[in-house]
């Protein structure tokens, strides 16, 4: 197979599902000896991609605005400049920049168009453009379903389903942290000790399931269970409001001293480590849910609700922590269940991270060697 040169294209390179999965491709594609770059606004992970052995071009592509029509001739330019075999859009701006860019070259010197859905995005015109690649990736079944019921231009046969995948190399089973981070985590958390701790990550945004959890760890208090919550992940500028509620809603149901909010932290499999149970609560189907992978690939038993990616991983791995939509008395229920009687899940085989850059690097190279008149 000749070596190729792709493009991967997504609005910044900050934290994130859909830029941990461009760095995990990034890196595949450098291993197999091809060349990888990424057009990005930049971020704090570009500094991993560059040492990893990828290329990063910087270039406005994140601006909602009509202003982001601007960038279209100059990626236009890049293309021309660097001949790539592929372009590979994540999101939806960068998509429409690259797209209407691939539109003014000449037939022949177009590279092949491919599209990931991440996401249950809006049904609207502007959405339709990840809909619009040779070959449309979705991460899921559910996003393969959500396609072919909202955008019916979209050819079945450009669609595969790729499964965003976890490494057991970066989460083991019975994975433990080391002493110093462990003496850390203590010093930092001594509320914890002695503790049931359960764990709700996630970024702070509505739908995530912060009420239910809430009022869970609220119910298990009054039942006399020895638990305290954590609630894992940072919240963005535009969402420091919803902080606030959260916060106050914890003081208002007398929770200060059961429920800990740690804010975003990058040590995620640590943290996971010293917990005993991981919750998935958000009312809006996840297009996969990669941490309640990541949880389960460690050993730690997961409770969830059965939409979207997240049932689908808990109907393949765990079915006994699947939970149906909003069913809270089963959630407090099985709760109890695992914390007296724990269902450790089995080493699990399911979703690897290098059969999706395998699978993923495939579409790349089925593509160009396709014959195109």
């Not at 059969?355 to 008149?373: I, R």
């Amino acid at each position: 197979m000749k070596k190729l040169t792709v493009i991967q294209t997504l609005p910044a390179l900050n934290a994130g599902g859909v830029e941990r999965g461009t760095l995990e491709i990034a890196r595949a594609l450098v291993a197999a000896g091809h060349r990888s770059i990424v057009i990005s606004n930049g971020g704090r992970l570009v500094q991993q991609l560059e040492a990893e052995g990828s290329e990063h071009i910087t270039l406005p592509v994140h601006r909602k605005s009509l202003a982001s029509l601007w960038q279209i001739s100059p990626f236009k330019q890049i293309l021309l400049d660097i001949k790539p075999d592929i372009i590979h859009a994540r999101s939806r701006i960068p998509a429409w920049i690259a797209w209407l860019a691939w539109r003014k070259l000449p037939l022949s010197n177009r590279p092949h168009f491919v599209t990931t859905v991440h996401g249950f995005y809006s049904v609207s015109f502007y959405s339709a453009i990840m809909t619009k690649g040779e070959r449309v990736i979705a991460v899921s079944n559910s996003v393969k379903d959500y396609i072919t019921q909202n955008y019916k231009h979209c050819p079945i046969n450009n669609i595969q389903v790729i499964h965003r995948g976890v490494s057991q190399q970066e989460f083991p089973h019975g994975y433990q942290p080391n002493q110093q981070w462990l003496r850390q985590w203590q010093q930092t958390y001594p509320q914890l000790q002695g503790k049931k701790v359960l764990t709700l990550a996630g970024r702070i945004t509505r739908l995530k399931g912060h009420e239910t959890f809430i009022q869970l760890i609220k119910q298990l208090i009054a039942d006399g269970e020895n638990v305290h919550g954590l609630i894992v992940g940072g919240a963005e500028a535009k969402k420091q409001a919803y902080l606030q509620e959260i916060e106050q809603l914890i003081i208002k149901e007398n929770l200060s001293q059961h429920i800990t909010m740690t804010g975003h932290r990058s040590d995620i499999k640590e943290v996971f480590s010293q917990s005993d149970l991981i919750y998935s609560l958000s009312s809006q189907a996840e297009t996969f849910g990669r941490t309640v992978l990541e949880a389960l690939y460690l050993g730690k038993s997961v409770l969830g609700w059965n939409h979207g990616g997240v049932g689908e991983i808990l109907a393949a791995c765990y079915p006994q922590g699947s939970l149906n939509l909003n069913d809270t008395v089963r959630l407090l229920n099985k709760t109890k269940d695992l914390l007296h009687s724990p269902q450790t899940p089995p080493i699990i085989n399911q979703f690897r991270l290098d059969d999706m850059c395998g699978q993923t690097l495939k579409v790349y190279e089925d593509l160009v060697s396709t014959v195109t008149c």
